[in-house]
């Protein structure tokens, strides 16, 4: 059985100011395909929940790449994923709190 997935509203956020960027910057087919990608993303973390990377700073939290820039932060508990934050690696690090 997949585990069942929680989507927190920073996460929301994050992905609703890149999606909003990229339909701005490039095209609405771009935006879109950034999304249908997100959502393979996630369907990978719910199949393989722990093949993600332990955090340095909370051990219960794991992450996955998702573009060159991006990763995807999420903890694996009782069966249940919480896809937390979609972090920028460009920005300073010492803003990523996991």
């Known amino acids: 059985m997949a585990p069942k997935i929680i989507v927190a509203k920073r996460f929301r956020n994050n992905t609703y100011r890149v999606y909003q960027y990229i339909l701005k910057e490039f095209s609405a087919p771009t935006a879109y395909n950034f999304i249908r990608r997100l959502e393979r993303r996630i369907e990978f973390i ?31 508990r009782n069966d249940t994923i919480e896809i937390l934050c979609l972090f920028d690696m460009r920005k300073n690090p010492d803003k990523n709190q996991y």
């Open 46 to 76: 719910a199949n393989h929940p722990t093949t993600g990377k332990l955090s340095f700073k909370k051990k219960d939290v794991r992450s996955i790449l998702f573009s060159p820039h991006n990763r995807i932060y999420y903890p694996y």
